[in-house]
């Protein structure tokens, strides 16, 4: 089962694929503004890496911050935004863990 996993807690948006405990492919970017603009190419550039569609993915999840912080990016809804636009391809949930 592949995991689309998204990281938003730092200054650094991570996104990556992962079958179990393996890593099937990462990104990493530094957001210059804020992660909702990040976002979208790093999970196009790892399904593409990962040589996967979003109809592969079994599921999303999501690590973001609680509360808006200047040097972190948006409050967790605006943080949301990108993995809820990708989870209704194949009628997935999005789950989150604050950081």
């Given amino acids: 089962m592949l995991i689309l996993g998204i990281d938003t807690a730092t200054q650094i948006a991570s996104v990556g694929i992962t079958r179990g405990e393996e890593v099937i492919a990462e990104v990493s970017n530094r957001a210059t503004s804020n992660h909702t603009e990040t976002l979208l190419p790093l999970i196009a550039d790892v399904l593409s890496q990962a040589n996967v ?43 989150t863990g604050m950081a």
């Fill in 53 to 95: 569609s979003l109809r592969d993915v079994a599921g999303v999840g999501v690590v973001c911050v609680l509360g808006a912080d200047p040097d972190v990016g948006p409050a967790p809804r605006r943080q949301l935004a990108a993995p809820e636009a990708v989870a209704p391809v194949r009628d997935q949930r999005v789950t």
